[in-house]
Nanobody
């Protein structure tokens, strides 16, 4: 498995930006899809964005498309750039690593970070 540690959450006003980071360690030498998920209070965890371990193709939830950008810096660090934030983006954001180079469903991911809180005020 892969150990994941998120950082960069916080409180921001609507329309603002935040950048989340996820540092990966452990079995990072095999290509894996990486993703971000989020869970708002009283709701189930949902997919936000993912990037494939081969080819670097990205995939986004419709609710964040055009506002969020997922990427990696090639040094085992995943990021999520979040722009034009809305109050409905408020949630705990989780970084996740998949078992294989491709995947976007929650069931594809077997390593999870502890989560970082993002709060967007109106």
């Amino acid at each position: 498995q892969v150990q994941l540690v998120e950082s960069g959450g916080g409180l921001v006003q609507a329309g603002g930006s935040l950048r989340l980071s996820c540092a990966a360690s452990g079995r990072t030498f095999t290509p894996r899809a990486m993703g971000w998920f989020r869970q708002a209070p009283g709701k189930e965890r949902e997919f936000v964005a993912a990037i494939t371990g081969i080819g670097g193709r990205t995939n986004y939830a419709d609710s964040v498309k055009g506002r969020f950008t997922i990427g990696d810096n090639g040094k085992n660090t995943l990021f999520l750039q979040m722009n034009s934030l809305k109050p409905e983006d408020t949630a705990v954001y989780y970084c996740a690593a998949a078992r294989a180079p491709f995947g976007a469903k929650e069931a594809d991911f077997d390593s999870w970070g502890q989560g970082t809180q993002v709060t967007v005020s109106s």
